[in-house]
């Protein structure tokens, strides 16, 4: 029988820190594609270097391997994930970076939901009202002209639902050993997105090769990241810590695409920063009466 760990948010905070990071720069590279890739495509060889990078891991823990309970959920997560990938590949090359995180950002709020649904997780009045203040942050720095109807926007409405079951999933798959999480996700990304890619695959030019590896290399550093933040943090904790992506995220597309952020943002991204220090926080002992 597996023993697990205890919860831990200083220590899943700061692998979800590292996730976001990572996951930035990878979505930054795949806007800068464009979309004359297929988001199908993106994802196979996002996958695919992937798993090249961690075949010798899963030679080494083969032992893990020999024994592998809820395979449905398994097989339940990668089709998730691979829903999730494309979609986000999808919309990422046609909205703004900033806006694409901004309405990602309903995905914390729907795994709370979840996770005090389907995994009887306590979500704290303190962290509903800072999820709250957070969810109203994003909306101040969007601006109420921020939502105008397109292709990008419907793909991120799959990638908020899927995204969240995929969460929840992953959370109760948290007695499997990282590397069998990330074989599975790795593998299963490579398999289920090969026929699609291939059916629409576009050739790559040799300038287009480093961002594409890199694309693979933050991606599946992200992947393992994340697992560990799942592992050791609580879901309401990590979601609404995740919010922190909204600073990384305008401050990319500053700094790389020219897309400013006006005084909107600003006053929304207090909000958010104050919302996540607020969970951070440890509430006071009360004394004993």
Known sequence: MTTLAARDNLRGGAWLIADLSLNIWALALVKALGPDYPAAQIVFLRASVGFVLIAPLIWRDRAHFQTIPDLGWHALRVGLSVTTLIFSFYAIARVPLALFTAIGFTRPIITMIMAAVFLREVIGARRWIAAAFAFLGVLVAIGPGGLAWSAG????????????????????????????????????????????????????????????????????????CFLRAHFYG??????????????????????????????????GAALVIGAALTVTAKPATLPAR
């Open 153 to 224: 926007l419907a793909a991120l409405a799959v990638v908020v639902l899927t995204g969240s079951a995929a969460i929840i999933v992953t959370r109760r798959l948290r007695a499997a050993p990282t590397i069998v999480l990330m074989a599975f996700y790795t593998i299963g990304l490579t398999v289920v997105s090969a026929p699609f890619a291939f059916a629409q695959w576009v050739a790559l030019p040799a300038a287009d090769l480093v961002p594409v590896v890199l694309i693979g290399v933050l991606a599946q550093s992200a992947q393992m």
């Open 234 to 267: 609580e879901a309401g904790f990590l979601s609404v810590l995740s919010y922190t992506s909204l600073v990384l995220s305008v401050a990319v597309g500053y700094l790389v695409f020219g897309e400013a952020p006006d005084i909107a943002f600003f006053i």
